[in-house]
């Protein structure tokens, strides 16, 4: 295992020039819409002051609300399932005990993430990605819930990619008290902590009390180059994960101090722990990348940023031309300076004012048209919602409160999602996929996923989405499908042997299928079977006692029958000899 701080150091500083030229606009963002959600310096937590002293108009900051809010109940709904595990692509239809597994895994999963601490970390995620482009959560295995989950603060990460445009790199900036670092990364013997499993001033300062004093921590996750396939030691995992202080703000030591440590020795006094994962951890979403740019563009607020500073600069305006209306300067005689005035003014310009007698009058005749300055301002906050996706979200809550039927509201819902559909799709990919395959595998780990039928032992489990964005996407294939049995259905009236073109059973496998229905509803080939050979039994059973009835009756009527000679019965008599 060779030295790697170094090598952190190294790269963590180009990785930060190059996000440094997006600062500029994330900071305008910040100050203009969303003040709290940006965080260049990780020291600055828990201040309570305020920070949006920019901000008197807070359009863009309310449509982000229902942005955020649309993103979270249309893709990933705590109070539904939204994406299911499985492979049912086979038109013949997966044998029962593979879709009970299927089922059930898909159960544990989110029962998983209900339990977990997923959903309360996603607004603050689509937060992100709407203001910023970007947007991280880090993923880490947990005994006790199976994965936690941590939100990577705008300003405190940064990202690099492969060569096929994936996110594989990540150093995270974040502060820990000494009592944090000593329960994450230490060793205790009683109340003292064992030497060397925490750098020395850690253990001095946690020894002396000095319990809520806070350091600055990096953590990077990077491929590993010293991985080892199937090799127990977590050092030569997949991906190495280093936790190491980074100089700012520890307690007493320098950046030059740790940048100088280069040897194993050193390197004690900084890393607080090296291991390794075998997944990458980190869920990185981007709105939209262009060329080979690692952070996200053209979000909402990359196309509306100058519309919301225009919002902002149209209002202070305005409420400046209101207030000089209601209580304006005035300009004062001398004479009357320290006599009391007869009005409550604004602000009193003492000066000689023309005519004998002492008054005072405005200094500035303001003839600010309030009206056209709130149309100004409605045309801007309409861009505003225009680009925040408003309209969207609200077109079918709209559709909803208006009485409309449920096939309406369907209808306008799955217009309206599909504007979102391209967005939905880098989400899902890069992501949600990422998402359910981490916590399927650690909950495989931990032995919660029960044992797989043999027939699919091996096989990759493949993830389909069912939220209700997926199923607006979805839709675009059912419409060919309703279309055609629509037509085979009514050109059947004049020739009903164009029914032989449609077999009805993959028709409805291949619908199901398209509009994410749930495949526990859905019968399986095998009880198709069983219920086609009862059919069959059935219909046998009934041809068996139709046929004895029948017989029963032509022996009922032959023993009824007289023998004559002028009747068939009586000729077959004659004929036999009877």
């Given at each position: 295992?060779?030295?790697?701080?170094?090598?952190?150091?190294?790269?963590?500083?180009?990785?930060?020039?190059?996000?440094s030229?997006?600062?500029?606009?994330?900071?305008?963002v910040?100050?203009?819409?969303a003040p709290?959600?940006?965080?260049?310096?990780?020291?600055?937590?828990e201040?309570?002051y305020?920070?949006?002293?920019?901000?008197?108009?807070s359009?863009?900051?309310?449509?982000?609300?229902i942005?955020?809010a649309?993103?979270?109940?249309?893709?990933?709904?705590?109070?539904?399932?939204?994406?299911?595990?499985?492979?049912?692509?086979?038109?013949?239809?997966a044998p029962?005990?593979?879709?009970?597994?299927?089922?059930?895994v898909t159960?544990?999963?989110?029962e998983i993430?209900?339990?977990?601490?997923?959903?309360?970390?996603?607004?603050?995620?689509?937060?992100?990605?709407?203001?910023?482009?970007?947007?991280?959560?880090?993923?880490?295995e947990?005994?006790d819930?199976?994965?936690?989950?941590?939100?990577?603060?705008m300003?405190?990460?940064?990202?690099?990619?492969?060569?096929?445009?994936?996110?594989?790199?990540?150093?995270?900036?974040f502060?820990?008290?000494?009592q944090q670092?000593?329960?994450?990364?230490?060793?205790?013997?009683?109340?003292?902590?064992v030497?060397?499993?925490?750098?020395g001033?850690i253990?001095?300062?946690?020894e002396?009390?000095?319990?809520?004093?806070?350091?600055?921590?990096?953590?990077?996750?990077?491929?590993?180059?010293?991985?080892?396939?199937?090799?127990?030691n977590?050092v030569?995992?997949k991906?190495?994960?280093?936790?190491?202080?980074?100089?700012?703000?520890?307690?007493?030591l320098?950046?030059?101090?740790?940048?100088?440590?280069?040897?194993?020795?050193?390197?004690?006094?900084?890393?607080?722990?090296?291991?390794?994962m075998?997944?990458?951890?980190?869920?990185?979403?981007?709105?939209?990348?262009?060329?080979?740019?690692?952070?996200?563009?053209?979000?909402p607020?990359?196309l509306?940023?100058?519309?919301v500073?225009?919002?902002?600069?149209?209002d202070?305006?305005?409420?400046r031309?209101?207030?000089?209306?209601?209580d304006p300067?005035?300009?004062?005689?001398?004479k009357?300076?320290?006599?009391?005035?007869?009005?409550?003014?604004?602000e009193?310009?003492?000066?000689?004012?023309?005519?004998?007698?002492?008054?005072?009058?405005?200094?500035?005749d303001?003839?600010y048209?309030?009206e056209h300055?709130?149309m100004v301002t409605?045309t801007?906050?309409?861009r505003i919602g225009?680009?925040?996706?408003?309209?969207l979200?609200?077109?079918?809550?709209?559709?909803?409160?208006?009485g409309?039927?449920?096939?309406?509201?369907?209808?306008?819902?799955?217009?309206?999602?599909?504007?979102?559909g391209?967005?939905?799709?880098i989400?899902?990919?890069d992501?949600?996929?990422?998402?359910?395959?981490?916590?399927?595998?650690?909950?495989?780990?931990?032995?919660?996923?029960?044992?797989a039928?043999?027939s699919?032992?091996?096989?990759?489990?493949?993830i389909?989405?069912?939220?209700?964005?997926a199923?607006?996407?979805?839709?675009?294939?059912?419409?060919?499908?309703e279309?055609?049995?629509?037509?085979?259905g009514?050109?059947?009236?004049l020739?009903?042997?164009?029914?032989?073109?449609?077999n009805?059973?993959?028709?409805?496998d291949?619908?199901?299928?398209?509009?994410?229905?749930?495949a526990?509803?859905?019968?399986?080939q095998?009880?198709?079977?069983?219920?086609?050979?009862?059919?069959?039994?059935?219909?046998?059973?009934?041809q068996?006692q139709?046929?004895?009835?029948?017989q029963?009756?032509?022996?009922?009527?032959?023993?009824?029958?007289?023998?004559?000679?002028d009747?068939?019965?009586?000729?077959?008599?004659?004929a036999?000899?009877?």
């Amino acid at each position: 295992m060779r030295p790697i701080l170094n090598k952190l150091y190294i790269m963590k500083n180009d990785l930060e020039s190059e996000r440094s030229e997006y600062h500029k606009f994330w900071q305008d963002v910040a100050d203009y819409a969303a003040p709290r959600l940006l965080r260049f310096d990780t020291s600055n937590t828990e201040k309570g002051y305020r920070q949006h002293t920019k901000i008197v108009n807070s359009t863009a900051t309310l449509d982000l609300e229902i942005l955020v809010a649309g993103m979270q109940a249309s893709i990933t709904p705590s109070w539904e399932r939204w994406a299911e595990l499985g492979d049912i692509d086979d038109s013949d239809g997966a044998p029962r005990e593979e879709t009970l597994w299927y089922q059930s895994v898909t159960e544990i999963c989110h029962e998983i993430l209900l339990a977990s601490n997923f959903y309360k970390k996603t607004p603050a995620f689509y937060e992100d990605i709407s203001c910023f482009g970007t947007a991280a959560i880090y993923a880490e295995e947990d005994l006790d819930r199976v994965i936690n989950f941590h939100s990577l603060t705008m300003g405190t990460f940064y990202v690099a990619q492969d060569h096929r445009g994936r996110v594989n790199t990540l150093f995270r900036d974040f502060t820990m008290t000494v009592q944090q670092i000593v329960d994450k990364f230490g060793k205790k013997d009683g109340a003292r902590v064992v030497e060397g499993s925490v750098p020395g001033y850690i253990k001095t300062a946690y020894e002396n009390g000095r319990l809520q004093e806070r350091t600055s921590v990096t953590h990077a996750v990077l491929p590993n180059p010293d991985y080892i396939e199937g090799h127990k030691n977590p050092v030569y995992r997949k991906y190495a994960s280093v936790y190491y202080v980074n100089g700012e703000g520890t307690l007493g030591l320098s950046s030059e101090t740790l940048l100088a440590g280069q040897n194993k020795a050193d390197e004690k006094e900084v890393i607080l722990r090296r291991s390794g994962m075998e997944e990458f951890g980190t869920l990185v979403g981007r709105w939209r990348t262009v060329g080979e740019d690692v952070y996200g563009t053209r979000h909402p607020f990359d196309l509306c940023i100058d519309d919301v500073k225009q919002l902002q600069y149209f209002d202070r305006k305005t409420m400046r031309a209101a207030d000089q209306g209601v209580d304006p300067t005035m300009l004062v005689d001398e004479k009357i300076r320290n006599k009391a005035p007869l009005f409550v003014p604004g602000e009193q310009i003492f000066t000689a004012l023309r005519g004998n007698a002492p008054g005072a009058k405005r200094a500035v005749d303001v003839n600010y048209n309030i009206e056209h300055s709130k149309m100004v301002t409605d045309t801007v906050a309409m861009r505003i919602g225009r680009a925040m996706k408003k309209d969207l979200f609200m077109a079918v809550l709209d559709t909803v409160r208006s009485g409309a039927t449920a096939t309406e509201v369907d209808a306008k819902t799955r217009e309206k999602m599909m504007i979102l559909g391209p967005f939905n799709d880098i989400i899902s990919t890069d992501v949600l996929d990422p998402l359910m395959s981490m916590v399927f595998n650690y909950a495989n780990r931990q032995g919660r996923i029960p044992e797989a039928p043999e027939s699919i032992q091996g096989r990759p489990i493949k993830i389909r989405y069912v939220s209700a964005m997926a199923k607006a996407q979805a839709m675009i294939g059912a419409q060919p499908i309703e279309r055609y049995l629509s037509f085979i259905g009514n050109y059947a009236n004049l020739d009903p042997r164009v029914l032989r073109k449609v077999n009805a059973e993959r028709a409805a496998d291949e619908y199901a299928r398209v509009m994410g229905v749930p495949a526990k509803i859905m019968s399986s080939q095998e009880e198709i079977d069983e219920m086609i050979a009862r059919e069959q039994e059935q219909m046998e059973a009934q041809q068996e006692q139709e046929a004895a009835m029948n017989q029963a009756q032509t022996m009922k009527d032959l023993g009824q029958a007289k023998v004559e000679s002028d009747n068939a019965l009586g000729q077959l008599a004659e004929a036999t000899g009877g």
